[in-house]
């Protein structure tokens, strides 16, 4: 039905498909949780903010379950190594998404000043650090990340935690916040009355003045210091998975390379920009417009960061042979077949609920709401 090198492709597409349904669907969760204790200036207000995501948080996280199962049965090789390269981040990623649930349960068990805010700090945390880190992996994939292969595909890394809070990768870590903040900003915004809709609708637009300044800072930092890695050997796309089968170079503003040959590429980072700029031009009168501009924004940002490296899934910045590829890091043709038929069935039941959930849940959340009991 498909060649090895076309399921390669249509599963790296899928791939991004699934981050840019996580940073969509579970983006504005993430950003509302940071600005929940700023945009809420009292306990009721809060409480708004909380049922504004309260019920969808856990729908959401099916994009990240999907994105972990994509990476972990399409490409092995890639999720093995990354987990040992990023072992704590990750692990301080789920805790952090743990607390969130936690502080959604906890907060209104007792109604005491000091009880909530702990739990509020608590859910600004689970915000925080998944945003952070996020962006974090981001900008070091674009550097490369210390490993090595030895003859017998047994993998060794070779950096430590702290090595990837390094500036370029901090910076990224922003953009990422920024664009959260900005998505939940919009929800935020979209989801709640005045005055809440009006604060949210100002921290929208801070958030897309903020971001736009870091993409732009992160773009030009990509093009002009950190460079690249190119492929320098031939490259059978069919051949089986082995990524010692080739040859890479660092080489100065190889991450240009694919928008170079390709052009049209060059559409990911402006749908990236005109979403912001949608969201500054919209989210006072049309907030439902600027939450769709958020949302391209974040598909944009990520669309961006993978044609800057395709195909390079995760670079070896100390054995860039070692180099993980799409052409060389995947499972089997016939794992690659099957999961495609799982994904085509399931993908869109999942987008069907999706869309029925947020039907259902349609509507501003305001006080009254919750003075007459309905949440």
Known sequence: ?????????????????????????????????????????????????????????DG???WFILGGGAVFAAWPTLYATSFSGFYLAMLLVLLALILRPVSFVFRNKLIDSRWRNTWDWTLFVSGLVPSLVFGVAFGNVMLGVPFHFDESLRMTYEGGFFALLNPFALVCGLVSITMLVMHGATYASLKTEAPLSERSAVTARIAALSYIALFSVAGIWLANQVGGYRITSLIDPNAPSNPLNKTVIAASSAWLDNYRQHQWMITAPLIAYLGAVLVLSTVRRRPGMAFVGSALTAAGTICTAGFSVFPFLLPSSSHPDSSLTVWDASSSQGTLLNMMIAALIF?????????????????KVSLKDLHDGTY
């Open 1 to 57: 039905m498909f060649d090895y090198e076309t399921l390669r492709l249509i599963w790296w597409a899928l791939l991004g498909v699934l981050l840019c349904g996580f940073a969509i669907m579970d983006g504005f969760d993430l950003g509302v949780a940071i600005l929940y204790r700023w945009l809420g200036k009292n306990d009721a207000e809060r409480r708004v903010l909380l049922e504004t995501i309260e019920p969808v948080w």
């Open 60 to 62: 959401n996280q099916v």
């Open 347 to 363: 993908v869109p039941i999942v987008l069907i609920y999706t869309a029925w959930v947020f039907r259902v849940l349609r509507g």
